[in-house]
């Protein structure tokens, strides 16, 4: 009876060992399949967008040249028939029309009289939404200067949507290679690499469970091999009888070493955050206190929000000689690079002005770009190639000249903005920034006389400011909206039209993150009692209340 109850349970045994063998034989997905569908989405994605954007990239500049040439083709073809058509010549002007038609992306022209009546046409017109290029120049006569007529040009791109469709085909046919390439080759590599040595794995892992110790001669170049090494120390661990041991004292010297470590990341980060936050308070307190323009301005306000705890926004202000100078900088970077930046140009700006009269506005931007080159060693060659300092700052000055009502204001790379009673205005600066190893010197700066009337307000701001993404499209701020809310908020203190810039900004990100540093001053200048204008109107009135300009708040933190 007992021989007969021990075959039985062998049998039991058996069976229970047959079927967990079942559970765990073939898998229903297998590895290959799994990164196969796993990385095909990834290649297709990154095939469609190189492709894409190789279209597009090649699109945009071929129909800017094409633009260019159609610019320069009826430059020239106006300036030709300029005198046959002061004439009324058609013998002559009919001709140099005509002859745009032999240019290959020529569609359309006409000559308009300078009351827009029509005297020639030539080609065929384009149809609304074709998206044809159209150049128009005003025709003026030579000696007179006189408006005789107008030269309309129009040109075809339908070349370019042609050979951008073939483009986008082509990706299409890349990613459909790239796909049959990509699943042959996902599951040879697996089978070969992967999945044959887990199924030895397996079936060792099998024989193990019935104390048949089994071990793994695989190659331990890879994590398979590492794998297989671990698995045989395993097998010798479990015959010692103390691997569940060991493996538990590792673990537990692992957790250990790993709390101690999080609490010296915890203890580093919180001295490095406490490092910057004192930074912050050293850059508030170079940064210009807005009351020393008070007895010149009327409402003067200052917005500094840097993107992080620190920026590389700069601003300064100072007033002299009957002077006021306000001086906005747009340093290369944000957080610590970007205010190390500043303290190079607040040093070297104390430098340009430490002389007994008020330089000129291209002058001080002229000096600052040439001392900044010299104290980032920009002027020399690099000796290590690729080391050295390639930074800069795009930089605007406006000087009110508190006796003449002027505004003289230079610019690189930031605009003034006027806000008044016949709308918003904008005068721009320079298309070159100071500084820059790889850029050259910024060349004669223009300087902007304004003559300032009553109400006017004047506006100086980086590029943060504008550069707000958001809306329903995910689009830049832009300088029109910001010209829009300016011109809707003329009526408020400066300091409120600022708090409201503040909101509508916010407004439009929504949930997306700030990119960058934003700073904005906003001054209106007080006008003398009585102080003839350059349309015969004088300022003379009651003086006005001089307030307390104050910045506009911002948190101590990001």
Same mark, same amino acid.
């Given at each position: 009876?007992?021989?007969?109850?021990?075959?039985?349970?062998?049998?039991?045994?058996?069976?229970?060992?047959?079927?967990?063998?079942?559970?765990?034989?073939?898998?229903?997905?297998?590895?290959?399949?799994?990164?196969? @569908?796993?990385?095909?989405?990834?290649?297709?994605?990154?095939?469609?967008?190189? #492709?894409?954007?190789?279209?597009?990239?090649?699109?945009?500049?071929?129909?800017?040249?094409?633009?260019?040439?159609?610019?320069?083709?009826?430059?020239?073809?106006?300036?030709?028939?300029?005198?046959?058509?002061?004439?009324?010549?058609?013998?002559?002007?009919?001709?140099?029309?005509?002859?745009?038609?032999?240019?290959?992306?020529?569609?359309?022209?006409?000559?308009?009289?300078?009351?827009?009546?029509?005297?020639?046409?030539?080609?065929?017109?384009?149809?609304?939404?074709?998206?044809?290029?159209?150049?128009?120049?005003?025709?003026?006569?030579?000696?007179?200067?006189?408006?005789?007529?107008?030269?309309?040009?129009?040109?075809?791109? !339908?070349?370019?949507?042609? /050979?951008?469709?073939? #483009?986008?085909?082509?990706?299409?046919?890349?990613?459909?290679?790239?796909? !049959?390439?990509?699943?042959?080759?996902?599951?040879?590599?697996?089978?070969?690499?992967?999945?044959?040595?887990?199924?030895?794995?397996?079936?060792?892992?099998?024989?193990?469970?019935?104390?048949?110790?089994?071990?793994?001669?695989?190659?331990?170049?890879?994590?398979?091999?590492?794998?297989? =090494?671990?698995?045989?120390?395993?097998?010798?661990?479990?015959?010692?009888?103390?691997?569940?041991?060991?493996?538990?004292e590792a673990l537990q010297d692992a957790q250990a070493a790993l709390v101690e470590k999080n609490v010296?990341?915890?203890?580093?980060?919180?001295?490095?955050?406490?490092?910057?936050?004192?930074?912050? @308070?050293?850059?508030?307190?170079?940064?210009?206190?807005?009351?020393?323009?008070?007895? =010149?301005?009327?409402?003067?306000?200052?917005?500094?929000?840097?993107?992080?705890?620190?920026?590389?926004?700069?601003?300064?202000?100072?007033?002299?000689? !009957?002077?006021?100078?306000?001086?906005?900088?747009?340093?290369? !970077?944000?957080?610590?690079?970007?205010?190390?930046?500043?303290?190079?140009?607040?040093?070297?700006?104390? =430098?340009?002005?430490?002389?007994?009269?008020?330089?000129?506005?291209?002058?001080?931007?002229?000096?600052?770009?040439?001392?900044?080159?010299?104290?980032?060693?920009?002027?020399?060659?690099?000796?290590?190639?690729?080391?050295?300092?390639?930074?800069?700052?795009?930089?605007?000055?406006?000087?009110?000249?508190?006796?003449?009502?002027?505004?003289?204001?230079?610019?690189? +790379?930031?605009?003034?903005?006027?806000?008044?009673?016949? +709308?918003?205005?904008? /005068?721009?600066?320079?298309?070159?920034?100071?500084?820059?190893?790889?850029?050259?010197?910024?060349?004669?700066?223009?300087?902007?006389?304004?003559?300032?009337?009553?109400?006017?307000?004047?506006?100086?701001?980086?590029?943060?400011?504008?550069?707000?993404?958001?809306?329903?499209?995910?689009?830049?701020?832009?300088?029109?909206?910001?010209?829009?809310?300016?011109?809707?908020?003329?009526?408020?203190?400066?300091?409120?039209?600022?708090?409201?810039?503040?909101?509508?900004?916010?407004?439009?990100?929504? =949930?997306?993150?700030?990119?960058?540093?934003?700073?904005?001053?906003?001054?209106?200048?007080?006008?003398?009692?009585?102080?003839?204008?350059?349309?015969?109107?004088?300022?003379?009135?009651?003086?006005?209340?001089?307030?307390?300009?104050?910045?506009?708040?911002?948190?101590?933190?990001?």
């Amino acid at each position: 009876m007992t021989e007969k109850r021990e075959t039985l349970s062998r049998a039991a045994m058996g069976r229970a060992a047959t079927g967990r063998a079942q559970a765990a034989g073939a898998p229903k997905r297998s590895l290959a399949a799994k990164l196969f @569908r796993r990385t095909l989405p990834v290649v297709m994605l990154i095939v469609l967008l190189i #492709q894409g954007s190789i279209a597009w990239i090649t699109w945009t500049d071929q129909r800017r040249a094409l633009e260019r040439r159609a610019g320069v083709l009826t430059d020239l073809t106006a300036a030709a028939i300029a005198t046959p058509l002061w004439y009324l010549d058609r013998t002559v002007f009919e001709p140099q029309v005509d002859a745009l038609v032999s240019d290959q992306g020529f569609r359309y022209a006409r000559v308009l009289d300078d009351n827009d009546e029509m005297l020639f046409e030539t080609g065929t017109p384009p149809e609304p939404g074709s998206g044809a290029i159209t150049v128009a120049r005003t025709i003026i006569e030579p000696q007179g200067h006189i408006k005789v007529g107008t030269l309309e040009v129009v040109f075809a791109t !339908g070349e370019l949507n042609r /050979i951008a469709i073939l #483009q986008v085909a082509t990706a299409a046919f890349a990613v459909l290679l790239l796909t !049959g390439a990509l699943s042959i080759t996902v599951q040879f590599a697996m089978r070969r690499l992967v999945v044959q040595p887990l199924g030895r794995m397996l079936r060792a892992m099998r024989q193990v469970e019935h104390k048949s110790w089994t071990t793994l001669d695989e190659p331990a170049d890879d994590e398979l091999g590492q794998a297989a =090494a671990a698995f045989n120390r395993m097998v010798a661990g479990l015959r010692a009888g103390d691997d569940a041991r060991r493996l538990l004292e590792a673990l537990q010297d692992a957790q250990a070493a790993l709390v101690e470590k999080n609490v010296e990341l915890e203890t580093a980060n919180r001295q490095v955050m406490e490092s910057i936050r004192y930074a912050r @308070r050293i850059q508030e307190g170079i940064l210009p206190d807005p009351a020393v323009l008070s007895p =010149a301005m009327t409402d003067i306000a200052l917005l500094w929000e840097p993107l992080d705890v620190v920026g590389g926004d700069y601003c300064w202000m100072e007033r002299r000689d !009957g002077k006021c100078l306000i001086l906005l900088a747009d340093c290369t !970077g944000h957080g610590v690079p970007g205010a190390f930046m500043t303290l190079v140009v607040a040093s070297e700006l104390k =430098a340009i002005l430490d002389v007994a009269s008020m330089p000129a506005p291209d002058l001080i931007l002229g000096e600052l770009d040439r001392r900044l080159r010299a104290r980032l060693r920009q002027d020399r060659p690099d000796p290590g190639g690729h080391d050295a300092s390639d930074d800069g700052v795009d930089a605007a000055v406006c000087i009110y000249d508190e006796a003449a009502g002027t505004v003289a204001f230079a610019g690189a +790379g930031l605009s003034l903005t006027v806000v008044g009673p016949d +709308g918003v205005s904008s /005068i721009t600066g320079v298309r070159r920034s100071l500084g820059y190893r790889t850029l050259p010197p910024p060349g004669r700066i223009p300087v902007h006389l304004h003559q300032v009337r009553p109400g006017e307000s004047f506006h100086l701001w980086t590029d943060g400011v504008t550069d707000h993404v958001g809306g329903p499209s995910r689009r830049l701020f832009g300088r029109r909206r910001m010209a829009a809310l300016l011109a809707m908020h003329a009526d408020l203190p400066l300091a409120d039209r600022l708090r409201a810039l503040t909101a509508a900004l916010d407004d439009w990100r929504g =949930a997306e993150a700030r990119r960058d540093d934003m700073t904005l001053v906003a001054f209106r200048p007080r006008l003398s009692l009585s102080r003839p204008l350059a349309d015969g109107s004088t300022t003379a009135g009651p003086p006005t209340p001089t307030p307390t300009p104050t910045p506009t708040p911002t948190p101590d933190e990001p």
